[in-house]
């Protein structure tokens, strides 16, 4: 009996022992205790606020509202004795996926616009005055506005873009060149105020309203005089190299002439639906004889700037 008692005793206090130990003390080696958890609250992370880049104000000095068109060119740029040289940019027309105009013959005038231009640009290099750049150096499509973007971003003072017409009568034929018209002048400032500062340099939402049309005009004004001032340089010498279309200054509102503070011209080659116009713009002999009157354009364009 007294062994009975003492197994009883003991088995007593070993239940007591174990109801005041932790959980943990009781988990066997491969037991992970249990732990209460803890209730917080998830609070998200506060969105950062986009802060706009604003491109420092190239076309303004002292604050004065008044853009300036190739200020690299200006009196003060030449008389300090720089020699930064002009940016002038070829814009072959169509490319990749838009062939453009199909000639009589089947020719593409993505063919004829990317042949012209690099003549063109060799023609330039040649001469040493002129930092020569492409919208596009192989065939590829690029679309209008990156057309416009890469020009700017370039620091552009001059673009020309390149193309080959087409009409409905086989009897159409000559070059012709475009300028802006004043009919998409309205088109050109909308561009600018629906994505601000990606034309102008200078930040169009900081600006009012009244503000900001008064400085589009300014640049406007001006960049259609340069234009309208190469233009006709240019249809001068051109008519020396080839046969121009009757009224062949034009005005149109072509995507890749809206840019406000770029003077730019677009100049159709010819017509490929007329089976003359088309064997002439095969030939690279020809092409040459236009991309030089180009370059005699370009150089008397700028002598007369400066």
């Given at each position: 009996m007294a062994n009975i008692r003492e197994l009883l005793t003991l088995l007593s206090?070993?239940?007591?022992t174990a109801l005041f130990l932790p959980m943990s003390a009781c988990a066997g080696p491969?037991?992970?205790p249990r732990v209460k958890p803890t209730?917080?609250?998830t609070v998200a992370a506060p969105t950062p606020r986009r802060v706009p880049s604003v491109t420092a104000p190239r076309y303004?000095?002292?604050?004065?509202?008044?853009?300036?068109?190739a200020p690299h060119l200006s009196g003060k740029t030449m008389s300090s004795g720089l020699t930064r040289k002009p940016v002038i940019f070829i814009d072959p027309g169509h490319g990749g996926r838009d062939p453009g105009a199909i000639g009589s013959n089947g020719t593409y005038e993505k063919e004829i616009t990317t042949k012209a231009s690099n003549s063109l640009k060799s023609l330039l290099e040649r001469t040493g005055r002129y930092d020569v750049r492409m919208t596009r150096d192989r065939d590829v499509y690029v679309d209008h506005d990156l057309r416009l973007r890469v020009a700017r971003e370039g620091g552009a003072d001059l673009f020309i873009s390149l193309h080959a017409d087409s009409a409905g009568t086989k009897s159409a034929r000559g070059a012709s060149v475009y300028t802006l018209a004043d009919r998409a002048k309205g088109r050109s400032k909308k561009l600018v105020s629906s994505s601000q500062n990606w034309i102008?340099?200078?930040?169009?939402?900081?600006?009012?309203?009244?503000?900001?049309?008064?400085?589009?005009d300014l640049a406007q004004r001006k960049t259609e005089s340069q234009s309208e001032q190469f233009a006709d340089i240019l249809l001068s010498n051109l008519s020396g190299a080839t046969d121009l279309v009757g009224n062949s200054h034009r005005r149109a509102g072509y995507f890749v002439l809206?840019?406000?503070?770029?003077?730019?011209?677009?100049?159709?080659?010819?017509?490929l639906s007329n089976p003359q116009d088309e064997s002439l713009l095969l030939q690279s002999s020809h092409r040459d004889k236009m991309?030089?009157?180009?370059v005699s354009s370009i150089d008397a364009y700028f002598a007369a700037e400066r």
């Amino acid at each position: 009996m007294a062994n009975i008692r003492e197994l009883l005793t003991l088995l007593s206090v070993l239940t007591a022992t174990a109801l005041f130990l932790p959980m943990s003390a009781c988990a066997g080696p491969n037991v992970t205790p249990r732990v209460k958890p803890t209730l917080t609250q998830t609070v998200a992370a506060p969105t950062p606020r986009r802060v706009p880049s604003v491109t420092a104000p190239r076309y303004f000095k002292n604050s004065v509202p008044h853009p300036r068109l190739a200020p690299h060119l200006s009196g003060k740029t030449m008389s300090s004795g720089l020699t930064r040289k002009p940016v002038i940019f070829i814009d072959p027309g169509h490319g990749g996926r838009d062939p453009g105009a199909i000639g009589s013959n089947g020719t593409y005038e993505k063919e004829i616009t990317t042949k012209a231009s690099n003549s063109l640009k060799s023609l330039l290099e040649r001469t040493g005055r002129y930092d020569v750049r492409m919208t596009r150096d192989r065939d590829v499509y690029v679309d209008h506005d990156l057309r416009l973007r890469v020009a700017r971003e370039g620091g552009a003072d001059l673009f020309i873009s390149l193309h080959a017409d087409s009409a409905g009568t086989k009897s159409a034929r000559g070059a012709s060149v475009y300028t802006l018209a004043d009919r998409a002048k309205g088109r050109s400032k909308k561009l600018v105020s629906s994505s601000q500062n990606w034309i102008m340099d200078v930040d169009l939402s900081k600006q009012s309203d009244p503000v900001g049309d008064i400085l589009v005009d300014l640049a406007q004004r001006k960049t259609e005089s340069q234009s309208e001032q190469f233009a006709d340089i240019l249809l001068s010498n051109l008519s020396g190299a080839t046969d121009l279309v009757g009224n062949s200054h034009r005005r149109a509102g072509y995507f890749v002439l809206l840019a406000p503070d770029v003077p730019a011209v677009l100049l159709e080659l010819g017509f490929l639906s007329n089976p003359q116009d088309e064997s002439l713009l095969l030939q690279s002999s020809h092409r040459d004889k236009m991309m030089r009157s180009v370059v005699s354009s370009i150089d008397a364009y700028f002598a007369a700037e400066r």
